[in-house]
């Protein structure tokens, strides 16, 4: 009887966990051909994104006024940016699949730079024609090679699931039809070399020092790195203090020195990295808990000018301030004869307790910062004023350096100006009277947790 | 008798004018703590200084307590009428002409914004008539409050200042992303991490949005495994935040990785630029 009441329960119990296992079972099949399907269409979408992109170029080659041309342009510009969009879908971070990424998003800024401009009155130039070809024949390539994988994939019934997998443990070297085709479309791309074919007016990070190399100064030695760094952190170097300063890596593209100041006693830890180059000072954060607010913003401005004049940061103006929580954040642009530079920027974040600087960035500003010769405007401020929407209820003007959609440094007006609740700044260039750039400021938000 | 009359009449009056004030504690005295209220600032300075010129017509915003660009504005027409040097500073003397020109009923305003009622502060019409208290119906504007556009009501603090082009919905994701990255590393290395996210939708070879590279399959390890939907803690955000505002402690790295738990061979060969915590960022 026992036995019997036993054997019935077992049997059930083996009945409900085998059912049970099924039901997952088929659960976890649901949820992968789903995550599947979604892989699968990002891949056939990007391959049928190229194909379009590969005609659209080609019948841009034979168009030659601006009306057909900029539509078309323009059109190559949002197939590009869907296809990029399709790549990021694609578990590929992990394989070296970036060059097709760059690849499209090279065409993405060719054909922005060209659609918006006035073709009827600068025409393309034999450069930009020819760059327009090549740009024509990478993207047969691409499309042939893509073609093809999408091919062996439809053929095998290749699984991206398995891609996924081999990825996770690490079995790159397995052989996988997708993972090698995919291999060879990237070999591809990155065969055609870097943006030496994009023709010289796309210099939009060539203005910029990316790699600190004009710095002025010599090459500093750790020692002295650690030296400035005290400075910073204005500890003797009695006491408990830790203090450790490690090199770049190989790979970075310019020489630093970082260094950590360990403050045994309050606990506390300066973090910074200086170049090699002169020592300048890249960022410090000496972050700590900051729990109450004992001064206010306009007094952390003067400990951030006073800080910033100790270390001899020169002819600075206050460009933005604000305060979260505890902490408050200045912006400062350097100004030159009444004109606000905006790409050399220096950032400073004060704490609002005692007025220490735990924060600095001057990463922007020893990135662009360099003696300019800025001009004068050859339009007056009355004649850019003309230009701005009458809409718009000019509050403040003055000039100012930008760095404008072309990657240029430009000369402008610059203006304050409200519309109702909303702000605007705007930027007319003070040699042509064009329209460089309109940002609607933002205002502060709510926080949506509140409001439900 | 006829002159002691009159005293009383006097003394009568003045009571009556005393217990005015009394109920109305409109607060002369008590005005703005000592700080010069500059842009950019939030606290309750801020909201005083936001009732105050909406009291006399020049603010139109909603009362946040945060000194934004229509804070700015509503000062500066301010400091114009008044004949004071206009520099959207609120200092001591323009606090002071501030305060003798216009009234705040500190409790009133207060105490609607602790409510989160929808309010406004103007001269000249009863202010019990200007709240709209917190509901979900969708009710006509209380009068004199036309110009308050905000959907929004505030709890002090409740606005926030953000850094430009990200909303707080932003941030918090990459605080999530970041948390579930590197909650176990030190906060320079938790501002790297943020500072790779942004460096990632920067660079032409992954996808250009904050979502589309944290959720980009495959690229961080805490949204394979689900760890991003941890809550995190305040110091993830505040990372985030820093690295928003410039600070790159990564030295510009696209991608970093644990060397102890990475699983990826072809990760090694990225070209490596340094080492914060158990981190090493790449390019």
Redesign the interface.
């Known amino acids: 009887m026992i036995r019997n009441i036993v054997i019935a329960l077992l049997v059930i119990g083996v009945g409900g966990t085998a059912f049970w296992g099924y039901q997952e079972h088929k659960e976890k099949n649901a949820i992968l051909i789903n995550a599947e399907n979604t892989?699968q269409r990002a891949f056939h979408d990007l391959s049928y994104q190229v194909d379009l992109l590969h005609d659209k170029v080609g019948s841009t080659l034979a168009m030659n006024s601006r009306y057909s041309l900029s539509p078309a342009l323009t059109d190559v510009w949002r197939i590009t940016?869907e296809a990029?969009?399709d790549v990021?879908?694609?578990?590929?971070?992990?394989?070296?699949f970036?060059?097709t990424?760059?690849f499209?998003?090279?065409i993405a800024d060719f054909s922005y730079r060209t659609a918006v401009r006035d073709l009827e009155k600068e025409p393309l130039n034999d450069q930009e024609y020819s760059t327009l070809q090549s740009l024509y024949a990478q993207a047969g390539d691409i499309q042939g090679e893509l073609r093809k994988v999408q091919y062996l994939v439809l053929k095998n019934h290749l699984r991206w699931m398995d891609v996924?997998m081999a990825?996770?443990?690490?079995k790159?070297n397995s052989d996988n039809t997708i993972i090698d085709g995919l291999k060879t479309v990237e070999k591809k791309v990155s065969g055609y070399g870097e943006a030496d074919e994009m023709n010289p007016t796309f210099t939009s990070s060539q203005q910029r020092d990316?790699n600190f190399k004009n710095l002025p100064g010599k090459t500093i030695t750790k020692k002295e790195a650690i030296e400035t760094a005290k400075r910073y952190a204005h500890s003797k170097s009695s006491g408990n203090v830790e203090v450790k300063a490690?090199e770049?890596?190989?790979?970075?593209?310019y020489g630093?020195y970082?260094v950590s100041i360990l403050n045994k006693e309050s606990n506390s830890?300066l973090?910074m990295?200086l170049t090699k180059k002169g020592g300048y000072p890249i960022?410090y954060?000496n972050?700590r808990d900051v729990n109450e607010?004992k001064?206010?913003?306009?007094?952390a401005?003067t400990k951030a000018v006073e800080f910033l004049k100790e270390h001899d940061f020169s002819s600075l103006e206050l460009f933005?301030?604000?305060?979260?929580d505890n902490?408050?954040?200045l912006?400062f642009v350097s100004s030159e004869n009444g004109v606000k530079v905006y790409p050399d920027?220096v950032?400073v974040?004060i704490a609002l307790d005692d007025g220490s600087v735990i924060?600095f960035?001057a990463?922007?500003y020893l990135k662009s910062h360099k003696t300019r010769e800025i001009g004068t405007p050859k339009i007056p401020v009355k004649e850019a004023r003309e230009k701005i929407n009458h809409n718009v209820k000019i509050?403040e003007e003055g000039k100012a350096l930008i760095i404008n959609d072309l990657g240029k440094e430009v000369l402008c007006y610059e203006f304050l100006g409200?519309i109702k609740?909303?702000?605007y700044r705007i930027f007319i260039n003070a040699d042509t009277g064009q329209e460089e750039k309109v940002e609607k400021?933002?205002?502060?938000?709510?926080?949506?947790e509140?409001?439900i | 008798m006829k002159g002691i009359s009159s005293k009383w009449k006097w003394l009568l009056l003045f009571s009556c004018i005393t217990i005015g004030f009394g109920i109305y504690p409109e607060t002369r005295t008590n005005a703005f703590s000592s700080?010069?209220?500059?842009?950019?600032?939030?606290?309750d300075?801020v909201i005083e200084l936001q009732a105050r010129l909406q009291n006399i017509g020049y603010y139109?915003?909603k009362i946040?307590g945060?000194y934004?660009?229509?804070t700015?504005?509503a000062l500066?027409n301010f400091q114009q009428d008044f004949g004071l040097p206009i520099d959207g500073?609120a200092g001591t003397t323009t606090k002071q002409k501030l305060a003798n020109a216009s009234n705040f009923n500190s409790r009133f305003v207060h105490e609607q914004i602790n409510k989160?009622n929808e309010f406004t502060y103007y001269g000249g019409v009863d202010i019990e008539k200007q709240v709209k208290v917190k509901s979900n119906a969708n009710e006509s504007k209380s009068g004199g409050g036309s110009?308050n556009?905000?959907k929004?009501?505030?709890?002090p603090g409740?606005?926030?200042?953000?850094?430009?082009?990200y909303?707080?919905?932003d941030i918090q994701l990459m605080a999530n992303a970041v948390y579930g990255e590197a909650r176990g590393e030190?906060?320079?290395g938790q501002?790297a991490v943020a500072a790779v996210i942004l460096n990632r939708v920067e660079s032409?070879?992954?996808?250009?949005s904050i979502s589309?590279?944290i959720f980009?399959?495959?690229?961080f390890t805490a949204v394979?495994d689900g760890q991003i939907w941890l809550t995190p803690n305040e110091r993830a955000k505040?990372a985030v935040?820093?690295a928003i505002?410039?600070?790159?402690?990564s030295?510009?790295a696209e991608y970093y990785f644990n060397p102890e738990t990475a699983?990826?061979?072809?990760?090694w060969s990225?070209?490596?630029?340094?080492?914060?915590g158990k981190h090493?960022f790449?390019?």
């Open positions: 892989y940016s990029q969009s990021g879908q694609l578990p590929l971070t992990l394989l070296p970036n060059k990424e760059e499209l998003s090279k996924e990825l996770a443990t690490g790159e990316e490690e770049n890596g190989k790979g970075s593209d630093f970082s830890e973090n990295d960022w954060i972050n607010t001064i206010d913003l306009n007094q401005y933005e301030s604000a305060q979260y902490i408050g954040l912006n920027s950032k974040k924060g960035s990463d922007e509050m409200t609740e909303d702000t400021l933002k205002n502060s938000e709510p926080v949506y509140n409001l | 700080q010069i209220i500059q842009k950019g600032a939030v606290g300075d139109h915003g946040d945060v934004g660009w229509g700015y504005w500066r500073l989160g110009a556009t905000g929004a009501p505030a709890k409740t606005s926030a200042n953000l850094p430009g082009g909303s707080q919905n030190p906060y320079t501002v032409a070879a992954f996808p250009n589309g590279v980009e399959p495959g690229a394979a505040e935040v820093d505002n410039g600070w790159d402690p030295g510009n699983t990826s061979k072809w990760i990225r070209p490596q630029i340094k080492k914060i090493i790449c390019k």
